[in-house]
């Protein structure tokens, strides 16, 4: 939706409605010039696999509102040669 140059994102969360502003000339937005990264570099590759979860989980966080939520995680990535100290397993 927009009003004017602003763009608004109606959307529901936690069974409330809220409403985000984005201002496309707000200075923050218009001062930002990007995330700094380094090159690809292959050294810092590690061989490993993903060991999903049996349940959902997730990692809760306190957001602005003071309401505590968080996205789901899915399972451990684990490096080949990583060893977990409770279970002893490699990871292979």
């Known amino acids: 939706m927009a009003h004017g140059d602003r763009r608004l994102a109606v959307r529901r969360r936690e069974g409330l409605g809220a409403v985000r502003d984005f201002g496309p000339d707000a200075p923050a937005r218009t001062a930002f010039r990007g995330i700094e990264a380094t090159a690809y570099d292959p050294r810092w590759v590690l061989p490993g696999r993903l ?7 997730g990692v809760r966080l306190e957001n602005a509102d003071g309401r505590e939520r968080g996205p789901g995680t899915g399972g451990e990535i684990l490096p080949a040669a990583w060893q977990h100290p409770a279970r002893g397993d490699r990871g292979r």
Do not use: A
């Open 51 to 57: 060991r999903p979860y049996e349940e959902h989980t």
